[in-house]
């Protein structure tokens, strides 16, 4: 067995919910990278953007991962944007066997509305499509050169996805 997983891709791909089920799966322990931070930071993730801005977050998220670094057994879900930084997408490929869940932009649009989870940089819905076409753009090479596995997860159910990744690690 790997000794950790990490899941990598967009916002709203299912890293957190497929990360738990993964993890049950293979008795693995589950590592939510945002709620790791949270509990660190005393606040919540939009709270952290809100006040102290995204450079700070992405200063937490990539100390986070060095906190990281000597747990096994594990899967680990990642932020959306944990992997911007050439250093972070680094440590992630040190920690364990990177995985990146790959969704269509409709489908990742559909996830949000459907979350109560807020999302920071999509604060302005009606620009919600347009924005994550972007972002999506902008970090996708990440995904893909970070990762070792592509998953694609659009119109799938969570039980063809987990079986996908195990039987692609």
């Given at each position: 067995?790997?000794?950790?997983?990490?899941?990598?891709?967009?916002?709203?791909?299912?890293?957190?919910?497929?990360?738990?089920?993964?993890?049950?799966?293979?008795?693995?322990?589950?590592?939510?990278?945002d709620l790791f931070i949270e509990k660190k930071?005393?606040?919540?993730?939009?709270?952290?953007?809100?006040?102290?801005?995204?450079?700070?977050?992405?200063?937490?998220?990539?100390?986070?991962?060095?906190?990281?670094?000597?747990?096994?057994?594990?899967?680990?879900?990642?932020?959306?944007?944990t992997v911007i930084s050439e250093e972070n997408?680094?440590?992630?490929?040190?920690?364990?066997?990177v995985i990146y869940l790959e969704a269509e932009?409709?489908?990742?649009?559909?996830?949000?509305?459907?979350?109560?989870?807020?999302?920071?940089?999509?604060?302005?819905?009606?620009?919600?499509?347009?924005?994550?076409?972007?972002?999506?753009?902008?970090?996708?090479?990440?995904?893909?050169?970070?990762?070792?596995?592509?998953?694609?997860?659009?119109?799938?159910?969570?039980?063809?996805?987990?079986?996908?990744?195990?039987?692609?690690?």
């Amino acid at each position: 067995m790997v000794k950790n997983i990490v899941l990598v891709g967009f916002m709203a791909v299912g890293k957190t919910t497929l990360g738990k089920l993964l993890a049950d799966q293979l008795d693995y322990n589950f590592i939510d990278l945002d709620l790791f931070i949270e509990k660190k930071e005393s606040m919540s993730i939009s709270e952290i953007f809100r006040l102290k801005g995204e450079a700070y977050f992405r200063q937490k998220e990539s100390e986070a991962l060095d906190l990281l670094s000597d747990v096994e057994q594990s899967v680990i879900a990642t932020g959306g944007g944990t992997v911007i930084s050439e250093e972070n997408r680094s440590k992630l490929k040190q920690i364990g066997r990177v995985i990146y869940l790959e969704a269509e932009p409709s489908w990742i649009l559909t996830n949000i509305k459907r979350s109560a989870v807020i999302r920071p940089l999509l604060v302005d819905e009606r620009k919600s499509m347009d924005k994550i076409i972007e972002i999506l753009e902008n970090r996708r090479l990440y995904y893909e050169g970070t990762s070792e596995i592509k998953i694609p997860v659009s119109h799938r159910t969570l039980e063809e996805i987990i079986k996908d990744i195990v039987c692609n690690i």
